[in-house]
């Protein structure tokens, strides 16, 4: 094994991809996805009202992960906490 992986996103050619993860129907901020034995994930993310994201991963798995402001900290403690696929926080850095 190479030790290689693959993370992106992805955009057109949706032929080969799981039909149960395309046609699911999602509400806002929800994931859902399916994992091989093998650990290959195919996720799809809903972020705003009219889009959804597909993602693939070797290595990461289907987790949300908190997500600070802009500032680094929670503006007010009873605010909820604003969350993300741990996919989409690893490919903005």
Same mark, same amino acid.
């Given at each position: !094994?190479?030790?290689? &992986?693959?993370?992106?996103?992805?955009? /057109?050619? /949706?032929?080969? *991809?799981?039909?149960?993860?395309l @046609? /699911?129907? +999602? @509400?806002? @901020?929800?994931?859902?996805? *399916?994992?091989?034995?093998?650990?290959?994930?195919? %996720?799809?993310?809903?972020?705003?009202?009219?889009k959804?994201?597909? !993602?693939? %991963?070797?290595? &990461?798995d289907?987790?949300? %992960?908190?997500?600070? @402001?802009?500032?680094?900290?929670? #503006?007010?403690?009873? *605010?909820? #906490?604003?969350?993300?696929?741990?996919?989409? +926080?690893?490919?903005?850095?």
């Amino acid at each position: !094994m190479r030790k290689t &992986h693959l993370v992106g996103t992805i955009r /057109r050619n /949706r032929k080969y *991809l799981p039909k149960k993860v395309l @046609n /699911r129907k +999602l @509400n806002v @901020n929800e994931l859902y996805g *399916l994992e091989t034995a093998e650990g290959k994930v195919v %996720s799809k993310w809903k972020p705003k009202k009219n889009k959804d994201v597909l !993602m693939l %991963s070797t290595l &990461h798995d289907l987790e949300m %992960s908190p997500v600070p @402001n802009k500032r680094g900290r929670q #503006v007010l403690p009873e *605010l909820p #906490v604003r969350v993300k696929p741990t996919v989409v +926080l690893e490919l903005k850095n």
